[in-house]
């Protein structure tokens, strides 16, 4: 789910628990866990409701002052149902940040590493990428992605979803322009410690 900047505060402050879209069909599940710029959030429930029912209540627990404003922030096609989202902000690290700061591998977790490389570079539908763009952003660290998608004869968006997998190995880091390798991608590339 995407958030505004402008809630990162009242998310992580606790105030901020209900989100509002309009969707055909509930595009998130109770129960279910989702990245954000904000850190993970559980979802608790999701419900569709009328914008008749809304109430101050509502409003305030999105972060807004009142239900014309939520309503305004919302937007969206009216004619889609409005679902209300109740969620927390979960109080651990992210398990990608976690997994990309251990930089100690040992011949199993190298393995594992290789094999879910492989089945990404079978699934392509544009050749093997996995080794090429770590490589690429090794060699250029903090690059923008659409300078590091052009160099390889790559649209920008393909690109970005690609360095996203590696970032969910822990192999990858976003910076706030382009990307870097983590202790685990650097220590991945540098190859098995010589005994």
Not at 11 to 29: C, H, K, P
Not at 92 to 114: F, G, K, W
Request: charged fraction near 30%; charge should be positive.
């Amino acid at each position: 789910m995407l958030f505004d900047a402008r809630d990162g505060d009242a998310i992580r402050a606790g105030t901020v628990t209900l989100t509002f879209r309009r969707w055909r069909r509930a595009q998130a599940v109770a129960g279910h866990r989702y990245r954000t710029i904000h850190g993970i959030l559980e979802v608790e429930r999701v419900d569709v409701v009328p914008p008749g029912q809304l109430t101050p209540d509502d409003a305030r627990r999105a972060g807004c002052a009142s239900v014309e404003a939520l309503l305004a922030r919302v937007g969206g096609d009216p004619d889609q149902p409005l679902h209300r989202v109740a969620f927390h902000l979960v109080d651990e690290p992210d398990p990608r940040a976690v997994l990309a700061a251990s930089d100690d591998l040992d011949d199993a977790a190298r393995a594992e590493i290789d094999r879910r490389l492989d089945r990404l570079d079978r699934a392509s539908s544009h050749g093997p990428w996995t080794r090429a763009t770590l490589a690429l952003i090794a060699e250029r660290p903090a690059e923008r992605a659409p300078d590091l998608a052009a160099s390889v004869g790559r649209e920008t968006l393909p690109f970005k979803v690609d360095v996203r997998k590696l970032k969910n190995l822990g192999l990858t880091e976003s910076l706030a322009v382009g990307y870097r390798l983590s202790p685990r991608g650097r220590a991945y590339l540098a190859g098995p410690a010589s005994s």
